[in-house]
């Protein structure tokens, strides 16, 4: 498809830069944070599988989770078609800590325990100061225009 007909079907999806879906709960935040530190991949998995897809309404995968405890800043390029529906979610488990998300040149901070879609297609980039310790949780989901779109 040419670029104008690809950017016709890419505003029918109606994918804003960012977008929140909701908060997890406290007591899945703490076992979370607590199997981040053993480094029990398979506990933290099992919880966001049971809790993140009731959030956002959709099935998740591509998940990871990791604790930062030094500057960070991670840059992401859009090297993904405009036309895939496949899109990256982002969970901030850190109560004191607010970390920014930068897409497309606009900042948002990232509030602590909520679920937040970030539109992939456009450069996007999460800094963070190193006090205290980042919990960082992101996976992927598949855009469906009727459920997520406002």
């Not at 709960?25 to 981040?36: D, F, G, P, T, V």
Request: aromatic share 10%; hydrophobic share 40%.
């Amino acid at each position: 498809m040419s670029r104008i007909v690809d950017g016709q079907v890419y505003q029918s999806y109606r994918m804003p830069l960012l977008k929140t879906f909701g908060r997890m709960n406290e007591k899945s935040i703490q076992a979370l944070r607590m199997h981040i530190d053993l480094d029990d991949t398979a506990a933290v998995e099992k919880i966001m599988m049971k809790d993140i897809p009731s959030i956002i309404n959709a099935d998740i995968n591509d998940i990871t989770a990791e604790k930062i405890t030094e500057q960070y800043s991670l840059d992401r390029s859009s090297g993904r078609e405009m036309l895939s529906l496949t899109c990256k979610f982002y969970v901030n488990l850190s109560p004191n800590v607010s970390p920014k998300i930068i897409v497309d040149g606009y900042t948002f901070p990232m509030t602590p325990n909520v679920v937040t879609f970030v539109n992939d297609k456009f450069p996007h980039s999460i800094t963070y100061d190193n006090h205290p310790a980042l919990y960082l949780l992101s996976g992927k989901f598949e855009w469906v225009t009727d459920i997520h779109a406002d």
